[in-house]
Structure formats: structure tokens, C-alpha cells
């Protein structure tokens, strides 16, 4: 690492070095000439008599010996990268030197290779996704009967368990593979286009013969890595496919941000964790804290990538005509920091899911401090059953539940609601028999636990057996 100068931390701190190095200038460039060897593979095997079998041999000899320093001398004196990687190529291949790029658009080479980038990228960011629930469906597995306070507006609610809440992040990433699984759908070459988009070029190299230019897309498409091409387009493929990809990319840190905050919520409450490392330091100041900086690392990135969609957008919708180049500096940028926040963002999302850490304890805790109010309901309805009104026992429960609430509120005491009630006199029961009406916790979670049983068996289990070849460890250790 140069020390002396600015670092980009998600390649230093925060990503795996699989998608780092999709995004590398040697992948890049390695398969800028990759491209260049199928175009001219494909018009040699097309009987294009300037192309000759011993040229693609060169060229393909040649595709991972890059001369780096080369090209980048000619790009400084020429300003332009395409050619200056076309020079350096040719000073390796002399005798392919007249035919690299042959009737090609610097787009041929740059899209093409995004368009790969991009494909080979959503595997990463699938297979990340696939370990999100695998982790998550066993979480839930494993704590399905386990109940816990419900929470609206982040104020106590009727008790649910900790696995079906947990379900509701794996039904998010459940739909965040559903919208990758239509985006790869979408994701096709550039193929050989030529300049605007035309194949002009192209039709003057076939003198004029329709059906070897069809075949030299298709071929050049397939050799790249791609089952078919773009059926149109201009100089560049369509900038709409980087719009979705990024509103795609971005609902992954929807979901994922969702996860953190909640999280981060219930660490405060001290029911569920993350992990914490036993030589972690929670703050410089204040030795005993287990601050949530996995979550809130989380919560960080996700913002930063929910907010790239509107670059892609604007980007999208000011492609004037065929192609204009206010595209290009800010993919550079954006396209490579959409892919990598996401993978960031997962690999922190794989490293909490680990190893979870639920406190069945502190959770009974809070719901024995609420559950008397839960209860009030099924306390009114027995209450109607031993002959009371409902109007007058509503306002008597009423009355002790604000009492209650005030006395744990204002004077910090325990929840005495049942103690109120045994012993008003209008109350047609005693202490035991409202203990027995409260009864235990689980019997108020409704079918939190059936329900959990269910998404998994019908909703989850399929998508892991679809794709049991590509659930896999995945390194999710974290490098600060």
C-alpha cells in the first residue's frame, strides 16, 4: 500500500479479492485482448482473406503478456486507451499489428468486456446471496419456537419469535436473487456492432454480404463468453441495463440495510448480537461497550450504494443519440463501486449470520415486563364469559393498564398490572387465575412458529436445493 497517497477503502478494507480482481486494469485489459483475438478469430473462420490463421495464433499467444508501461506511455501522448492498448498489443504481435481492432469501435472492446465483467460479477454477488440464507434459513431453523417481543413503530406489540422475524430478512433476499436472476437475463454482448451501431465497417469487409456480418456478431459473441448478443445498439450497449443493474444492486442494500438497523436496534436491547471478538474494542473510552460496528459498517455502505441508482439514471437518460462520453468517467467510478459495496455489504452480512448470538434470558425479560399488557385482551373476553360487561371491564383494565404504565414509567417499578386488577373488586378473578389466564409466552406468538416451518420448507428449501452446487464457505472474515 502507498501510504502517500489516497486509498480507495473497499478495495483496502472492505472486499473480497474475487470481485477485486474483476475489477482490476489486468482483467480488464487481459480481456480487452481476448476480445480482439474472437474478432479476429471469427473473421479468419468467415474467410476474411486479410486475417490469417498464424495472426490469431499470435494474438492468442500473446493475450496475457501485457506490457503495461507500453501502453501507458502511448496513452499519455496519444490520450486515448483504446489505441494506446492496440499499439502495445501490436508491438508484441507484429504480425497480427494490421488486423487488431480491424473494423471495430473502441466500444467493441470496452463494452464488451463490462458487459463481462458485470455477468461474472452477479455470480459473486449470487453466490453471496445463496450463503445470506443459507445462514439465516438455519437461524431461523434453530430459534423458531423461541418467543420475543413484537415491535410497531418501535414501541412493544404482540410477541412473534425470533425466527420468524428472521424470516422476513431471508424473504427480502429471496427477492433480491428473483430481480439478479431476470437482470442475467438481460445481460447480453455488445457483440460486433461497429461504429455507431451499424456494422458498416463490417458489410465493407464482406463486401457487402448481410449474413457473415449476422454470423460475426453471433460468433464474436459466443466466443466472449456470451450466448447472444444485443439485437441493436449505438456506439455502446444500452446505458438502461447499468440503470437496473445499479436499482438492483441498490435493493440488495435496501434489504441488507433493513437487516443492520434492526440489528442495531436489538443490540440495544440486548436480546440478539453480532458476534464480537474477544479481543474486540468496543470503544477507545468506554471499556465495557460492545458497540455493533458490523452493523453499523453495514448500514454505511448500503447507503452509499442505494444512492448510486440516480448516477446510472441520469447517465442513462443523457446518452444523446448514438453515444455521448459524459458516460465514461463516472462508470469507471460508479460500475466498479456498485459491485463492490454490494459484495462488501454481503461479506458482512455472511460474517454476523456465522454466528449469531441470541440471549433467551434478557428476552424473557422484556417480555415479562410486557406481557400482562398483551394479556388485557384475553383477560376482557373471560371476563365477559363470567357475566361482566365488556364496556365496564374495558374501562376497569383501562384504568389499571395507564397506572401501571405510569408507576414503570415515572417511579421505575415492575409492571404490577395483574397485582391492580386481583385486587379491584369489580375483577372477577384472583391473582392465580389471572397468572393462569396470562399463561406462557408462546401461546400469544399466534403461528410465528407453523409459519417459520412452513416458508422454509416451501419457500426457502427449493431455492437451496436449485442451487446446492453453488452454496459454497465463502471467506467472510473481515480484514479490520
Known sequence: MNRDIYQEPLVSRYTSRAMQELFSERYKFTHWRKCWV???????????????AEMVAELKANVDNINFEVAAAKEREIRHDVMAHVYAYGQQCPLAEPIIH???????????????????????????????????????????????????????????????????????????????????????????????????????????????????????????????????????????????TAETLAGIGASVHKFAVDLRLLSNLKVQEEPFESKQVGSSA????????????????????????????????????????????????????????????????????????????????????ELPFMATEKILMACVERGKSRQEMHEVIREHSVAAGLAVKNRGESNNLLELLAADERVPFDRAE??????????????ASMQTTEFLREHVEPVLEKYKDSIEDIDASLSV
Open 38 to 52: 474472437a474478432l479476429a478469430e471469427a473473421q479468419h473462420e468467415l474467410g476474411l482473406a486479410a486475417v490469417t
Open 434 to 447: 389471572l397468572d393462569s389466564l396470562v399463561g406462557n409466552y408462546q401461546q400469544f406468538t399466534g403461528r
Open 286 to 369: 468506554m471499556a465495557y461497550k460492545r458497540n455493533p460496528m458490523r452493523s453499523e459498517r453495514m448500514t454505511g455502505l448500503a447507503r452509499k450504494l442505494m444512492g448510486l441508482p440516480a448516477n446510472f439514471a441520469a447517465t442513462a437518460a443523457n446518452q444523446w443519440f448514438e453515444r455521448t462520453l459524459d458516460d465514461s468517467a463516472i462508470r469507471r467510478m460508479d460500475l466498479a463501486q456498485a459491485f463492490l459495496l454490494t459484495d462488501a455489504i454481503l461479506k458482512l452480512y455472511i460474517n454476523i449470520t456465522n454466528d449469531m448470538v441470541v440471549y433467551p434470558k434478557q428476552i424473557e425479560r422484556h417480555l415479562r415486563e
Open 102 to 244: 480491424l473494423g471495430a469501435t473502441s466500444q467493441f472492446v470496452v463494452c464488451n468486456t463490462d458487459l463481462l465483467i458485470q455477468k461474472r460479477a452477479l455470480r459473486l454477488i449470487k453466490k453471496a446471496l445463496l450463503k445470506v440464507i443459507a445462514n439465516l434459513a438455519a437461524f431461523c431453523a434453530a430459534h423458531k419456537d423461541l418467543a420475543t417481543l413484537g415491535y410497531t413503530h418501535y414501541q412493544p406489540a404482540q410477541p412473534t419469535t425470533v425466527g420468524k422475524r428472521n424470516t422476513l430478512y431471508i424473504q427480502d433476499v429471496l427477492m433480491d436473487l428473483s430481480y439478479i436472476e431476470q437482470l442475467e437475463t438481460q445481460i447480453r454482448a455488445r457483440g460486433a456492432k461497429g461504429t455507431v451501431g451499424t456494422q458498416a465497417t463490417f458489410i465493407e469487409l464482406f463486401n457487402g454480404d448481410h449474413e457473415k456480418v449476422r454470423e460475426l456478431d453471433r460468433r464474436v459473441s459466443q466466443k466472449i463468453g456470451f450466448d447472444e448478443a444485443f439485437p441493436v445498439t449505438g456506439q455502446t450497449y444500452p446505458r438502461k441495463l447499468d440503470m437496473k
